[in-house]
T-cell receptor, first 110, second 113 residues
């Protein structure tokens, strides 16, 4: 089976950098996804990592270490609109059955 | 506009009264999925479908049915809803390539009394 763990809540200041961690245990590995979800809205895709290392996309970067079962999402130059929940998700070996972590609720303060 | 639509967006019903939540996508995606989201538990997959007439159970399928008769539609059926099915439901779709992002519908908030 698959198990994913993330911190429940984080707080950071506008303009700062924040790192949101995700640890996972899976019987196989088929990549790791990050999604953003604003309160009352649908999740939206942020990133997908399948190889070790850092993927950068504007203010957001995502890192993966397959040997450690670990990923993080790095948000730079935080803005108020970044206040949201961040969800880590891994699919099964066939890329079909998805398990999501509980999500990390990020609050950005002025 | 590429999108996933769900109907209804809000529904209050009573225990045992059959209901269907519809989901439709206009992106010609092969993969479709249903999730429920509950506080503290995150998103949990109910059922998914790799293509027409191909469906499989996710992690929490009990009390739900699905069908995939057409590529664009993937309805979720609750034959006899119970209060523990009160939740926020999301439909999602993606292309067939592993690593393709999932596009989520706006959500359906269901209350069963």
């Amino acid at each position: 089976g698959q198990n994913i763990d993330q911190p429940t809540e984080m707080t950071a200041t506008e303009g700062a950098i924040v790192q949101i961690n995700c640890t996972y245990q899976t019987s196989g590995f088929n990549g790791l996804f990050w999604y953003q979800q604003h309160a009352g809205e649908a999740p939206t895709f942020l990133s997908y990592n399948v190889l070790d290392g850092l993927e950068e996309k504007g203010r957001f970067s995502s890192f993966l270490s397959r040997s450690k079962g670990y990923s993080y999402l790095l948000l730079k130059e935080l803005q108020m609109k970044d206040s949201a929940s961040y969800l880590c998700a891994v699919p099964d070996n066939y890329g079909q059955n998805f398990v999501f972590g509980p999500g990390t609720r990020l609050s950005v303060l002025p | 506009e590429a999108q996933v639509t769900q109907n209804p967006r809000y529904l209050i019903t009573v225990t045992g009264k059959k209901l269907t939540v519809t989901c439709s996508q206009n992106m010609n995606h092969e993969y479709m999925s249903w999730y429920r989201q509950d506080p503290g538990l995150g998103l949990r997959q109910i059922y998914y479908s790799m293509n027409v007439e191909v469906t499989d159970k996710g992690d929490v399928p009990e009390g739900y049915k699905v069908s995939r008769k057409e590529k664009r539609n993937f309805p979720l059926i609750l034959e006899s809803p119970s209060p523990n099915q009160t939740s926020l439901y999301f439909c999602a779709s993606s292309g067939e390539v592993t690593g393709d992002e999932q596009y989520f519908g706006p959500g359906t908030r269901l209350t069963v009394t």
